[in-house]
Each structure stands twice: as C-alpha cells, then as structure tokens.
C-alpha cells in the first residue's frame, strides 16, 4: 500500500521532510481556493460596482462550468500529462489573473459599467481553468504520497476561506466609516491573494520536489509504471531509467471508467457532501436567513463561522480513533446529511440567531471531515498511476457537486416566494 511506504525511509528523514511537505501543501491547497474565496466574500463589492449585473450568480457561473470542463479535458489525458508543467502553469495563471484584477480595479478607479463588467467576467473564468490544473494535479500527485498530505492540502483549501472571512470582518471594522472603505478592503485582498499566489509558484517549483520524503514517493510511483513524475523527478536531479519508467506489465494503469466504477461509492460521496453544502452556503445564509441582532454582521459571521469549522473538521481525521474509513458508514453519513436540509429551513422560519450559528458550524465541520475522509481511503490499495487518476476523478465529483449545489441553491430563492 502506497500511503504506508514511507516507513522504509530513515528516520530522521521522515521526521524532517515529511513535516516541511506536510506545510507546504498547506500553502499550496491555501493558494488553489484564495482567489476564489476572495470573489465570493468582496461580492458586495461588486455589487456596489455592478448594481445591474447580478455578479455573484454571473461569476459562479462562468467559473464553475469552466473549472469542470477543462478538469474533464485534463483527467482524460491525465496518465501522459506532465504534472510539474500543469501545476506550474495553473498557479501562474491565479497569479496573473488575480493581478490582472487588482490592476483593473486601479486602472479604472473602481468604475463600473459593461466593458469592466467584462474584463472582470474573463479574469474569473480563467480562475476557472487554473483551479482544474491546480486542484487535479496536486490531489492526483498527493494520493500516492503520504496521506497527511492530501489532508494539509484541503486544509488549506479550507483555511483559504477561514482567511478572507476574517480579512472581511477584519476589514468591515477598519474601513466602514472611511471614505471609500469597501474599495481599500477590495484592494488589499486581492493584493493578499496575489502575494499568495507567487508564494505557491515559488513552493511548487523550487521546495516542494526536492523533500526527501516526496522524492522517495514519485521515484517509488516511477517504478510502478508513473509517467506523470518523470519531470518532478528531473528537476529534483534525479534521472530515471526506462525501466523505471514502464514499471512491471503486470500492474498497467486501470482504465478511468473500471476504476471509477470501482470507487462509485467514494465520488458519490463527494458530489452528495459539496452538493449539500453549497445548496445552503452561502447563498441561503445571506438571503434566506431574516433579521436578526447582528444586523449586517450576521450573514458575515455565518460565513466566518462555517469556513472556521470547516477547517477544523478537516483536521479531526488525523486522530485515528475518529477517523471514519467504514464505505458503508461513510455512504449513510453522506445522505444523512441530506437532514440538514429541513433542519435549516425550519430554523430560518421559526428559530432564533443561536440555532442557526450552531446548524451553520455544523455543516461546516461535517463538510471538512467527510471530505478528508474520502479523499484519503478511496486511493487506498491501488498503485501509483491509479491513484493519480483516482485522484483526478474525484477532484470531477467535487466541482461537480459544488456547481450542483449552486444550482440548487436557486430553489430557496423560488421557495422563498422572491425568484
């Protein structure tokens, strides 16, 4: 089994790299979502700006779509993919997008009208397309590597959002009663997120590879027959021969619909988990929630309260004894989350302020630990090229959900009596 294989490496070596990797893909899963999560939490802002555009729905759908089209494209070709390149390219895209946004928005001082409006629509989408080269490719890399970290890596993706909730509040403090207070708090996330986002190239490209222990992994993933590490490996000077290269006949690369069939249950259980989840986050708590004694703070500490759990739930896995790996139990935990569902229609209608911030910190903390649950039992018994593309497909049923949910989010709307 893969994940357990770091055992034959020397101890202090373990020790030292497996805990600089371990921050590492901290950072990086926290570069892959920031630029994201930044659009959804400044979306007043742009609202502000764009009064007649209805940005929040028009952006998520130019950036979902897009993110699961080209994931498709890439999981397809996956198995003959350069995944140092695709990493690396997909990082400098959020890096040039994300300037590219806080230089529009100085370049035209914040004005608003159809041709920003568009500029800021492209910019989006071509977060879009980074974050399916991103996310893919370093899920895929990390499920035949260490399984503390693929979980630092959606750790990080949670703590993304855990940071820009408390940029906002930070921000909706300091700048509330100054002139043009909402454009600084803009301004100084997006240039948060830019700095991020070079930090990511940096990490990727010149600390990441050259750990001992993921050295060990990609030339351990070589051997079973792994294409995709043979640049990785290069630049981190190690040159493998074709012998490694090829790996053993015995052992080819299963095709990705056999092994999706395999694992249905698992992608399954991700698409339920961010179809849920987003259905009510956050476009139920800032619509659907009513009046309340936090006034306009209430839908902002909804927000900084399920990023906040989310992250610890991602972080409740690594105590082994709360670890759920059961498929079956992991199945009936997923659809009994479908419960929450009624739970917070009737707390919006009936329910006072506390309900909701403890159904709020709920969702969030079962969101974090299912998906860390999934993610790091599903690659489990299949060699190295599998678990690359495993790992590519369930990145698929993750965006897929998530655009389902915001579909589905459009229900409360109707239900509402507002559509």
Same mark, same amino acid.
Request: aromatic share 14%; proline share 2%; glycine share 10%.
């Given at each position: 089994?893969?994940?357990?294989?770091?055992?034959?490496?020397?101890?202090?070596?373990?020790?030292?790299?497996?805990f600089?990797?371990?921050?590492?893909?901290?950072?990086?899963?926290?570069?892959?979502?920031?630029?994201?999560n930044?659009?959804?939490?400044?979306?007043?802002?742009?609202?502000?700006?764009?009064?007649?555009y /209805?940005?929040?729905?028009?952006?998520?759908?130019?950036y979902?779509?897009?993110a699961?089209?080209?994931?498709?494209i890439?999981?397809?070709?996956?198995?003959?993919?350069?995944?140092?390149?695709r990493?690396?390219?997909?990082?400098?895209?959020?890096?040039?997008?994300?300037?590219?946004?806080l230089?529009?928005?100085?370049?035209?001082?914040?004005?608003?009208?159809?041709?920003?409006?568009?500029?800021v629509?492209?910019?989006?989408?071509?977060?879009?397309?980074?974050?399916a080269?991103?996310?893919?490719?370093?899920?895929?890399?990390?499920?035949?590597?260490?399984?503390?970290?693929?979980?630092?890596?959606?750790?990080?993706?949670?703590?993304?959002?855990?940071?820009?909730?408390?940029?906002?509040?930070?921000?909706?403090?300091?700048?509330d009663?100054?002139?043009?207070?909402?454009?600084?708090?803009?301004?100084?996330?997006?240039?948060?997120?830019?700095?991020?986002?070079f930090?990511?190239?940096?990490?990727?490209?010149?600390?990441?590879?050259k750990?001992?222990?993921?050295? /060990?992994?990609?030339?351990?993933?070589?051997s079973?027959?792994?294409?995709?590490?043979a640049?990785?490996?290069?630049?981190?000077?190690?040159?493998?021969?074709?012998?490694?290269?090829?790996?053993?006949?015995?052992?080819?690369?299963?095709?990705?619909?056999? @092994?999706?069939?395999?694992?249905?249950?698992?992608?399954l259980d991700?698409?339920?988990?961010?179809? @849920?989840?987003?259905?009510i986050f956050?476009?139920?708590?800032?619509?659907?929630?009513?009046?309340?004694?936090?006034g306009?703070?209430?839908?902002?500490?909804?927000?900084?309260?399920?990023?906040?759990?989310?992250?610890?739930?991602r972080?409740?896995?690594?105590?082994?004894?709360m670890?759920?790996?059961?498929?079956?139990?992991?199945v009936?935990?997923?659809?009994?989350r479908?419960?929450?569902?009624?739970?917070?229609?009737?707390?919006?209608?009936?329910g006072?302020?506390?309900?909701?911030?403890?159904?709020?910190?709920?969702?969030g903390?079962?969101?974090?630990?299912?998906?860390?649950?999934?993610l790091?039992?599903?690659p489990?018994?299949?060699?190295?090229?599998?678990?690359?593309?495993?790992?590519?497909?369930?990145?698929?049923?993750?965006?897929?959900?998530?655009?389902?949910?915001?579909?589905?989010?459009?229900?409360?709307?109707?239900?509402?009596?507002s559509?």
């Amino acid at each position: 089994m893969a994940n357990d294989d770091s055992s034959a490496l020397s101890t202090p070596t373990r020790i030292e790299g497996k805990f600089k990797a371990i921050v590492v893909c901290w950072f990086l899963g926290l570069g892959t979502l920031v630029a994201w999560n930044s659009m959804l939490t400044i979306s007043d802002y742009y609202y502000h700006v764009f009064p007649h555009y /209805h940005p929040s729905r028009v952006l998520t759908l130019v950036y979902q779509p897009l993110a699961i089209g080209t994931m498709i494209i890439l999981t397809y070709y996956e198995a003959k993919m350069n995944t140092r390149k695709r990493i690396m390219f997909g990082y400098t895209l959020f890096f040039l997008s994300t300037f590219g946004l806080l230089l529009l928005d100085l370049g035209t001082s914040g004005k608003g009208g159809i041709g920003n409006y568009f500029g800021v629509c492209v910019l989006v989408a071509v977060f879009g397309i980074a974050e399916a080269f991103v996310q893919g490719g370093i899920v895929g890399d990390l499920s035949f590597m260490d399984t503390e970290f693929i979980q630092s890596f959606f750790a990080g993706l949670a703590a993304s959002g855990a940071l820009t909730s408390g940029l906002r509040l930070v921000t909706e403090a300091a700048f509330d009663k100054t002139d043009n207070g909402l454009r600084k708090g803009v301004i100084l996330f997006l240039s948060i997120s830019t700095l991020v986002q070079f930090l990511c190239v940096f990490l990727y490209a010149f600390v990441f590879g050259k750990l001992p222990i993921v050295k /060990h992994f990609r030339k351990k993933a070589a051997s079973e027959g792994s294409k995709t590490v043979a640049s990785d490996l290069a630049a981190a000077g190690i040159h493998t021969t074709d012998d490694e290269t090829v790996g053993d006949a015995k052992h080819e690369r299963l095709r990705n619909k056999t @092994l999706l069939l395999q694992t249905i249950d698992y992608a399954l259980d991700l698409w339920l988990i961010y179809a @849920l989840t987003l259905s009510i986050f956050p476009g139920f708590l800032y619509e659907n929630t009513g009046h309340h004694q936090l006034g306009s703070w209430y839908a902002v500490v909804l927000i900084a309260l399920y990023n906040g759990w989310d992250l610890i739930g991602r972080y409740v896995p690594l105590i082994e004894c709360m670890r759920l790996e059961s498929r079956k139990g992991l199945v009936i935990t997923c659809l009994s989350r479908l419960l929450l569902v009624p739970c917070f229609y009737f707390t919006a209608k009936y329910g006072d302020q506390g309900w909701m911030i403890f159904l709020v910190s709920f969702l969030g903390l079962t969101n974090g630990y299912l998906t860390v649950c999934v993610l790091t039992v599903a690659p489990r018994g299949y060699k190295a090229p599998e678990q690359n593309a495993l790992g590519n497909l369930l990145v698929i049923y993750i965006l897929s959900g998530i655009f389902s949910g915001v579909v589905l989010d459009w229900l409360w709307i109707i239900g509402n009596g507002s559509f």
